[in-house]
Nanobody, 117 residues
Framework: QVQLVESGGGLVQPGGSLRLSCATS????????MAWYRQAPGKQRELVAN???????HYADFVKGRFTISRDNARNTVHLQMNSLKPEDTAVYYC???????????WGQGTQVTVSS
């Protein structure tokens, strides 16, 4: 069974930073595109950032310049470094592994990020 294990969420003040991590199996990590999504209350889930196996990245406009997605190939882990956090970044953040070639996608359980003073 595929597992995506997220960690690093929490409560932070506006302007603060958090780093989210998502660990998975070697097979998934090395063959799937990895991404972070988020879902705020009453809103649809939206893409935050993704990263390919060759570490090419894509960011949603609302996080450009503030968030950084990266891969740790030695630990089969993808990170999301979030800086200059705003109250509107408050959401449950989900790790995603996707393979269009295999028509397969997996989700983590989600981790809550709350930005509030």
């Amino acid at each position: 069974q595929v597992q995506l294990v997220e960690s690093g969420g929490g409560l932070v003040q506006p302007g603060g930073s958090l780093r989210l991590s998502c660990a998975t199996s070697r097979d998934i990590f090395m063959t799937y595109y990895m991404a972070w999504y988020r879902q705020a209350p009453g809103k649809q889930r939206e893409l935050v950032a993704n990263i390919t196996r060759s570490s090419s990245t894509h960011y949603a406009d609302f996080v450009k310049g503030r968030f950084t997605i990266s891969r740790d190939n030695a630990r089969n882990t993808v990170h999301l470094q979030m800086n200059s956090l705003k109250p509107e970044d408050t959401a449950v953040y989900y790790c995603n592994a996707d393979s269009p070639a295999m028509s397969s996608t997996y989700w983590g359980q989600g981790t809550q990020v709350t930005v509030s003073s």
